[in-house]
């Protein structure tokens, strides 16, 4: 109760920049015809922009840029200009995090839900299975988790022919791109503050994006609530990580106020400790707050000394981003399994539960034969999904039917990894991505990511907040999306 209120007085970069007077305000044009020059002095400050901002990620061509900071840094692949959606998709959009945040809280207290749900999984996913097997330790134990925090990110995209929002995942682990895409938001304000009567735009249709100072603010009051004033954060990390800056963002403002330390899963077993209290040292130090942003993957557990490392957090005091319960809520299995009717309803009031369903698009197990048959015969209206995180694991257009055709042929239990979803086609339109200071102009499509923040203390929800957004763009061509994985590049919006 004596804990100090958190204030977080700093300020990413220019979110504070001036908007220029307001512009004579065109529609979006759909087609925006920028001429040659105006093009090349666009792309040219973007570039400079983003160099001076620290929009960047490690050089692939630079062999320390994954494992040293300062070393061989790119600017991230960014839109050149923002997206435009209507405002009221966002506001839906916005209005939805509150409700998952508090969906995920109450879905992870039912340990037999997750484990009943994931059971067949379990037989046939090993990683999957690794992460029920923590769980069920957890439950055998019976652990609790007092302080619950989430740094989520629901995304979504806009059906053309229906004209509705629908979830595409929510993220509840490894949430990435808070910091660089407040980034590309202030870039684009940037641009239209210089350029936006050439272009016809205004600035202050941008929203400001809030994302990296409200994850800061999350951890912050995470860390007071565990209330240990020797106590540090701990961020888990990849040993190679370029999109290391987008995290360096989030600890860089979260230092300012509290120690923060950055450690793989392989130090913290080499250096970590569970102590008799039941709190997590590392080299000494106590941990209040685990932040994962590795571990979501099977590569990230290379040898058993990764999976000691997840269990020793796990069963410790320490508050984790996400616990073992929250991780698995967050998995595609989960998300179809909350699909089915009355499902949602179990968890939620009424019209919570149908503010959500709204948003879904079909999800289906594989033991519906039915669906099944139709997306054999129709392989492109389908999205094929294993229990994957990252970006480049799902299964599309005629893989799909032969995937299908295989595990139909063999019998096996191997259905169980995968759920089908049906396939999101958004309307695409005319961008300028920017790659390695190249910029190719495509028919690309949008992922829109909308960030929430859950912090509980008890029975005291300490935040329960949308917090920022993240606009993704791709190739209206390529199947998968993913900034890490190269497919798509950093966006944000143009409200119309
Ligand atoms: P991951 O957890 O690996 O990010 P996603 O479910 O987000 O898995 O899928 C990865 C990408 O595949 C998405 O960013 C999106 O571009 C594409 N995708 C996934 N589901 C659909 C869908 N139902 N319709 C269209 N595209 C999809
Ligand atoms: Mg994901
Ligand atoms: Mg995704």
């Given at each position: 109760s004596s804990s100090p209120p958190v204030s977080l007085?700093?300020?990413?970069?220019?979110?504070?920049e001036e908007v220029q007077e307001e512009v004579v305000l065109k529609p979006f044009p759909t087609s925006l015809s920028i001429s040659p020059a105006l093009l090349e002095n666009l792309v040219y400050d973007a570039l400079v922009w983003s160099s001076l901002n620290g929009l960047v990620v490690g050089d692939k061509s630079v062999k320390r840029s994954g494992t040293s900071p300062g070393v061989g840094m790119v600017h991230a692949p960014f839109a050149l200009l923002p997206m435009p959606i209507q405002e009221g998709f966002w506001k839906q959009a916005c209005e939805l995090a509150p409700i998952f945040n508090e969906l995920v809280d109450r879905v992870s207290l039912d340990g037999k839900f997750l484990q009943d749900s994931l059971s067949r999984t379990k037989k046939v996913d090993a990683f999957t299975s690794r992460l029920l097997d923590i769980h069920s330790k957890m439950l055998e134990i019976n652990k609790k988790e007092v302080i619950r925090l989430g740094l989520h990110r629901s995304d979504y995209m806009l059906d053309a022919e229906t004209a509705l929002l629908y979830q595409i995942e929510l993220n509840t682990i490894s949430s990435s791109f808070a910091g660089l895409g407040c980034l590309v938001s202030n870039l684009h304000r940037h641009l239209l503050n210089q350029h936006g009567k050439d272009l016809g735009l205004n600035p202050k249709r941008v929203p400001g994006n809030t994302a990296v100072r409200q994850f800061a603010e999350a951890l912050a009051k995470a860390w007071n609530a565990y209330d240990n004033k020797r106590a540090v954060v701990l961020f888990v990390v990849q040993p190679e990580e370029r999109n290391m800056y987008d995290q360096h963002w989030l600890s860089f403002l979260l230092k300012e106020i509290y120690p923060t330390i950055r450690k793989t899963l392989a130090e913290i077993d080499g250096e970590g400790q569970l102590l008799l209290d039941g709190s997590l040292a590392i080299g000494g130090q106590i941990v209040a707050v685990v932040y994962f942003r590795?571990?979501?993957?099977?590569?990230?557990?290379?040898?058993?000394a990764e999976w000691n490392a997840r269990l020793m957090m796990e069963q410790s005091t320490a508050i984790k981003c996400p616990s073992i319960s929250y991780h698995l809520v967050g998995t595609k299995k989960i998300q179809q399994e909350l699909a089915k009717p009355l499902v949602l309803e179990r968890f939620l009031e009424d019209e919570d539960a149908a503010k959500l369903r709204k948003c879904f698009a079909g999800l289906w197990s594989l033991d519906d034969l039915e669906v099944v048959k139709t997306a054999i015969e129709r392989p492109e209206l389908f999205v094929l999904k294993p229990q994957r995180e990252g970006g480049g694991n799902n299964i599309y257009g005629d893989d799909v039917k032969e995937m299908l055709l295989k595990l139909q042929h063999e019998k096996s239990q191997e259905q169980a990894a995968y759920i089908l979803m049906q396939r999101i086609f958004p309307t695409a339109s005319l961008s300028y991505l920017i790659r390695e200071g190249i910029c190719h102009q495509n028919n690309a499509i949008s992922e829109l990511g909308i960030y929430g923040a859950y912090l509980r203390n008890n029975d005291k929800v300490i935040m329960n907040d949308h917090c920022g957004y993240l606009m993704r763009t791709k190739d209206s061509s390529s199947n998968e999306g993913g900034v890490a994985t190269g497919f798509a590049v950093l966006d944000s919006l143009y409200l119309t």
């Amino acid at each position: 109760s004596s804990s100090p209120p958190v204030s977080l007085g700093f300020s990413q970069s220019d979110e504070t920049e001036e908007v220029q007077e307001e512009v004579v305000l065109k529609p979006f044009p759909t087609s925006l015809s920028i001429s040659p020059a105006l093009l090349e002095n666009l792309v040219y400050d973007a570039l400079v922009w983003s160099s001076l901002n620290g929009l960047v990620v490690g050089d692939k061509s630079v062999k320390r840029s994954g494992t040293s900071p300062g070393v061989g840094m790119v600017h991230a692949p960014f839109a050149l200009l923002p997206m435009p959606i209507q405002e009221g998709f966002w506001k839906q959009a916005c209005e939805l995090a509150p409700i998952f945040n508090e969906l995920v809280d109450r879905v992870s207290l039912d340990g037999k839900f997750l484990q009943d749900s994931l059971s067949r999984t379990k037989k046939v996913d090993a990683f999957t299975s690794r992460l029920l097997d923590i769980h069920s330790k957890m439950l055998e134990i019976n652990k609790k988790e007092v302080i619950r925090l989430g740094l989520h990110r629901s995304d979504y995209m806009l059906d053309a022919e229906t004209a509705l929002l629908y979830q595409i995942e929510l993220n509840t682990i490894s949430s990435s791109f808070a910091g660089l895409g407040c980034l590309v938001s202030n870039l684009h304000r940037h641009l239209l503050n210089q350029h936006g009567k050439d272009l016809g735009l205004n600035p202050k249709r941008v929203p400001g994006n809030t994302a990296v100072r409200q994850f800061a603010e999350a951890l912050a009051k995470a860390w007071n609530a565990y209330d240990n004033k020797r106590a540090v954060v701990l961020f888990v990390v990849q040993p190679e990580e370029r999109n290391m800056y987008d995290q360096h963002w989030l600890s860089f403002l979260l230092k300012e106020i509290y120690p923060t330390i950055r450690k793989t899963l392989a130090e913290i077993d080499g250096e970590g400790q569970l102590l008799l209290d039941g709190s997590l040292a590392i080299g000494g130090q106590i941990v209040a707050v685990v932040y994962f942003r590795a571990g979501y993957s099977p590569n990230d557990y290379p040898s058993e000394a990764e999976w000691n490392a997840r269990l020793m957090m796990e069963q410790s005091t320490a508050i984790k981003c996400p616990s073992i319960s929250y991780h698995l809520v967050g998995t595609k299995k989960i998300q179809q399994e909350l699909a089915k009717p009355l499902v949602l309803e179990r968890f939620l009031e009424d019209e919570d539960a149908a503010k959500l369903r709204k948003c879904f698009a079909g999800l289906w197990s594989l033991d519906d034969l039915e669906v099944v048959k139709t997306a054999i015969e129709r392989p492109e209206l389908f999205v094929l999904k294993p229990q994957r995180e990252g970006g480049g694991n799902n299964i599309y257009g005629d893989d799909v039917k032969e995937m299908l055709l295989k595990l139909q042929h063999e019998k096996s239990q191997e259905q169980a990894a995968y759920i089908l979803m049906q396939r999101i086609f958004p309307t695409a339109s005319l961008s300028y991505l920017i790659r390695e200071g190249i910029c190719h102009q495509n028919n690309a499509i949008s992922e829109l990511g909308i960030y929430g923040a859950y912090l509980r203390n008890n029975d005291k929800v300490i935040m329960n907040d949308h917090c920022g957004y993240l606009m993704r763009t791709k190739d209206s061509s390529s199947n998968e999306g993913g900034v890490a994985t190269g497919f798509a590049v950093l966006d944000s919006l143009y409200l119309t």
